[in-house]
């Protein structure tokens, strides 16, 4: 599968092409979040690696969670680039891209993400359905309840956690790797139809 990959729910954002076995990546400041920076490096990015928008089939959108402006703004790109391409525009979230090399692991999985000084968890079995909404959890609740869950934090979210939280003995920090879309979308686990951005309170 040939694809355009926007992650902007972070501070630190980025953009990926696949196209057949070769990949292309660039990680993004936040000021570089709105629509006409934003653009202009994806336009950017296609042609200093001579890649043509006909090259690529579909365009995958992180919803977040993350802030407001730079989901809103990887959106409506992403949207803008599927309707004036004719390509499929393909949401996915933080909490399923980071259990993604997990799939079949045997029990249930928790990704952990932090936003805005506010911890989220979301379950997923080992099909990776999930089987509980994103909810808000305190540092105290993750410890108490979840210290010998299998727990999945995202790489780039650690220097804003706990160090009591960093300790479990069932934590996976894991690198995020647009390739691993590609897996979530051939078992069906992305999000169809309207794509909207994931925002916590």
Known sequence: MN???????????????????????KNLQSDKFNNDLLMKQV??????NNIKFADIAKVFVNQGPGNFSSLRTSLSIAKGISLSKN??????????????????????????????EKYFIKGFSQNLTNFTKANAITKEEIIKKYSNKFIVIPKKFIKSFDKEILKLNNLNIVDLDHNELELLKSKNLLKKGLIKPIYMN
């Open 3 to 25: 694809f355009l990959s926007i992650d902007c729910c972070t501070d630190i954002g980025s953009i990926f092409i696949k196209i057949k076995n070769n990949t292309f990546s």
């Open 43 to 48: 336009l950017d990015f296609f042609n200093y």
């Open 87 to 116: 390509l499929s525009v393909v949401g996915y979230d933080t909490f399923i891209w980071s259990c993604a090399r997990f799939l079949n692991t045997s029990g249930n999985i928790f990704s952990i993400i932090k936003i805005r």
